[in-house]
Nanobody
Framework: QLQLVESGGGLVQPGGSLRLSCAAS????????VAWFRQAPGKERDGVSC????????YYADSVKGRFTISRDNSKNMVYLQMNSLKSEDTANYYC??????????????????WGQGTQVTVST
């Protein structure tokens, strides 16, 4: 059973950077498509970025294109989300999710079977 644990969240000033990590156990994360989602209080869970199991193709929400970069290190069974030029609107709880197959939208939460517990990112002065 694949298990996911996020880390790396915290408090950062606007314009700053953070790197989130998603550590996997129980299976080879390289066999899965992995995505990052975020959810702010009172809002829906939105897809942020995804790296597919096929050729490591990457996908980004328009709101983070050019600022966030997703990557994976299969030797460490990890996926990362490098977040630069952070804005207050990036404040949310960030979740790592994985699936063996995506039939539609790579940034649709309903496509994902495995979820971590989340890590809080707060962008504020």
């Amino acid at each position: 059973q694949l298990q996911l644990v996020e880390s790396g969240g915290g408090l950062v000033q606007p314009g700053g950077s953070l790197r989130l990590s998603c550590a996997a156990s129980g299976a080879n994360l390289g066999d899965y498509t992995v995505a990052w989602f975020r959810q702010a209080p009172g809002k829906e869970r939105d897809g942020v970025s995804c790296i597919s199991s096929y050729r490591d193709n990457t996908y980004y929400a328009d709101s983070v294109k050019g600022r966030f970069t997703i990557s994976r290190d299969n030797s460490k069974n990890m996926v990362y989300l490098q977040m630069n030029s952070l804005k207050s609107e990036d404040t949310a709880n960030y979740y790592c999710a994985a699936t063996g197959w995506v039939g539609g939208d790579f940034l649709d939460a309903s496509e994902y079977n495995y979820w971590g517990q989340g890590t809080q990112v707060t962008v504020s002065t």
